[in-house]
């Protein structure tokens, strides 16, 4: 029996490999057990031998290659009863017996491939956007099925549900478990940059809820956005990257001590985030020096502009109106017009930005989006327009989710009776 000391010890190792090292392991046990449920199990496994075993055996000089190996024979020995009661499990046992993990010293080069074909896998295009991003935050992240649910408004079973399903048509449709070729990366990487992107989206203005933020779901964007960066540097990873920690870097700003709302003009600079600020431009100016940008590193331009203006009234609106020029014709939508409409209004005046306004929600787009409702109240406001800025918040009001955009919206209401 080991002295209790070394075996609170190696739990202290343990329990700090399983938070940076689980998921490797797991992306590596998924490709060479071909089965995400199965690998789950190996994962879990092996790190209960762990705890067991390193005790008396030590910690070995590798223990992410031996979490793999270990992982991979009791899975096998698993299969192996399993066989004893059905014939069909004996060709998987063959089949895993030959797919040999990489050696030792190829390890550390194999863990880090296999998280970027996880990536691949879960946002490949054969799945639903909504498994994608579970299946995605799941696996790679770690999230547990209970918090995606959380943080989407989805019943914990419904999500489960669709994760198996997911799992099922990877499995059944043979989808590979790879990094796609050359010819096909732009738009298979666009697929991952997306999901990506929708997860930050929803943590930066939550859909939902009592509150602005979800840092958590901020921080597991970021997170994927270092990771998809550091094994695969295009400019547009570079540039997503750029652009939520550009976005990140305000987060303390954004909200009173109370949890109010607070707009990026009345923002109190002092408290966004420089370091941040300094990595998200870096990022930006190596994606636009590439001469390969798109979407992604023009938005993350436009929040650097943003960024680098120590005042609200000092903030380069031609610049920034200009990069919408860009960005428009890049990725033409109602909501890049939009926020367009707002850099005409700041550069050109409200009126201008009005009629843009107008235009887009005259010809049907965005008539359900409440922040075209909001952006065109406040520019009425500001035009002295009291009776048509307080119709278009109370649009607003009813289409908002949020509350602390719901308890702004109705401080606006209150100051247009004043």
């Not at 109370?258 to 966004?272: C, I």
Request: charged share 30%; glycine share 4%.
């Amino acid at each position: 029996m080991p002295p209790a000391e070394d075996v609170a010890r190696v739990r202290e190792i343990v329990d700090g490999l399983y938070r940076s090292d689980s998921r490797r392991v797991l992306a590596t046990l998924i490709r060479l057990l071909g089965d995400f449920d199965l690998a789950e199990e190996a994962l879990h496994d092996a790190f209960v031998t762990a705890v067991e075993r390193w005790p008396q055996s030590g910690v070995p000089s590798n223990p992410r290659a031996w979490l793999v190996s270990t992982g991979r024979f009791q899975a096998i020995d698993a299969i192996r009863r399993r066989a004893r009661r059905d014939a069909r499990q004996d060709e998987i046992t063959r089949r895993l017996e030959a797919a040999a993990p990489p050696p030792p010293d190829a390890e550390d080069h194999a863990l880090e491939d296999d998280r970027l074909r996880l990536i691949f896998t879960c946002c490949h295009p054969a799945l639903t956007p909504d498994a994608q991003i579970a299946l995605t935050l799941r696996t790679v992240c770690g999230l547990t099925t209970e918090e995606i649910a959380k943080a989407f408004l989805t019943r914990t079973a419904t999500l489960a549900q669709r994760m198996v399903r997911a799992k099922g048509k990877i499995r059944d449709a043979r989808i590979p478990y790879e990094v796609p070729a050359a010819r096909e990366l732009p738009e298979r990487l666009d697929a991952v940059l997306h999901v990506v992107y929708l997860v930050f989206n929803e943590g930066y203005s939550a859909s939902f809820g009592a509150s602005v933020v979800r840092a958590d779901l901020t921080a597991e964007a970021i997170r994927l956005g270092r990771l998809i960066v550091e094994l695969l540097p295009e400019p547009e990873a570079e540039g997503l990257l750029g652009l939520m920690l550009l976005h990140e870097s305000r987060r303390a700003a954004r909200t009173s001590p109370t949890g109010e709302l607070v707009l990026l003009e009345d923002q109190d600079r002092s408290l966004w985030d420089a370091d941040a600020i300094a990595e998200g431009i870096a990022c930006v100016e190596r994606a636009l020096t590439s001469r390969r940008f798109g979407p992604y590193a023009l938005q993350a331009a436009i929040a650097a502009v943003h960024a680098e203006a120590r005042t609200a009234a000092a903030t380069d609106w031609v610049q920034i109106a200009g990069l919408y020029d860009v960005l428009l014709r890049a990725d033409p939508s109602a909501v890049v017009e939009l926020n367009r409409a707002v850099a005409i209004a700041m550069r050109d005046g409200p009126a201008a930005g009005l009629a843009q306004v107008d235009a887009i929600l005259g010809r049907g787009d965005l008539v359900d989006y409440h922040l075209a409702h909001t952006a065109r109240a406040d520019l009425c406001r500001r035009l002295g327009r009291r009776d048509a800025a307080r119709a278009s918040y109370l649009r607003a009001l009813e289409l908002t989710r949020q509350e602390p955009e719901r308890r702004f919206i109705e401080r606006r209401l209150r100051e247009l009776e004043v």
